[in-house]
């Protein structure tokens, strides 16, 4: 069956420029995640939803850093001003429900590097 | 949010069984205890929750003492695909999910 897909899976930016990051969660499910993963470490949280509201971003690093998911389904994290520090994987998972111990899904990722 | 500690990495040989402890001395009552898989360019797999006792599924068994202060991820058997890091996590009604650094189990023939 269709699992968590994200896109693109690869992105190169150049300093200072704004990317997009695309996250199409298995249907159906009621919460989204986000996550950065830099090289050699664990996932650091990121931001929640539970369908449309977004209920907890307190793990975005600045105000550069926004997400969103509208229609309660797909999500966009977008990163305005690109710096090299933003340099890593950024995951995304989803679980059916909103209990906080739920099994979350997590797609591939999308690799940022920023020059 | 309850802390977790892992071992930084682990070896072991095909065929061997493999036990992960992690200490998570500030657990919670509502807490549960999950483990997590990561191979390399992919995202964290599920393995195994369990609140207390004992879990087992056809991937692993996870054992939690009375006192939830620790619980160890078993893989029985491992092969050189079992090569990867796994995450002890412990997770209740919140949503900020902490991951920590992980255990790097390398498996060599």
């Known amino acids: 069956g269709a699992g968590v897909s994200q896109s693109p899976r690869y992105k190169v930016a150049k300093r200072g420029q704004d990317v997009a990051l695309r996250c199409d969660p298995i249907s159906g499910h009621v919460s989204l995640f986000w996550y950065q993963q830099a090289l050699g470490q664990g996932p650091e949280f990121l931001t929640y939803f539970q369908n449309e509201a977004q209920l907890d971003k307190s793990g975005l690093p600045s105000d550069r850093f926004f997400a969103e998911r509208p229609e309660g389904s797909v999500s966009t994290l977008k990163i305005q001003r690109t710096q090299q520090e933003d340099s890593a994987v950024y995951l995304c998972a989803s679980s059916l429900v909103s209990r906080g111990s739920d099994t979350q899904y997590f797609g591939p990722g999308t690799r940022l590097t920023v020059l | 949010l309850a802390k977790t500690t892992q071992p930084i990495s682990m070896d072991s040989y095909e065929g061997q069984e493999v036990n992960i402890t992690c200490s998570h001395n500030n657990i919670a009552t509502n807490d549960y205890i999950t483990w997590y898989q990561q191979f390399p360019s992919q995202g964290p797999r599920f393995i195994i929750q369990?609140?207390?006792t004992k879990v087992t599924n056809e991937v692993a068994s996870l054992f939690i003492p009375a006192d939830r202060k620790s619980s160890t991820l078993s893989l029985p058997r491992v092969s050189l695909s079992d090569t990867a890091v796994y995450y002890c996590?412990?997770?209740?009604?919140?949503?900020?999910?902490?991951f920590g650094a992980g255990t790097r189990l390398f498996v060599k023939a």
């Open positions: 369990g609140y207390k």
């Open positions: 996590l412990v997770e209740s009604g919140g949503f900020k999910t902490i």
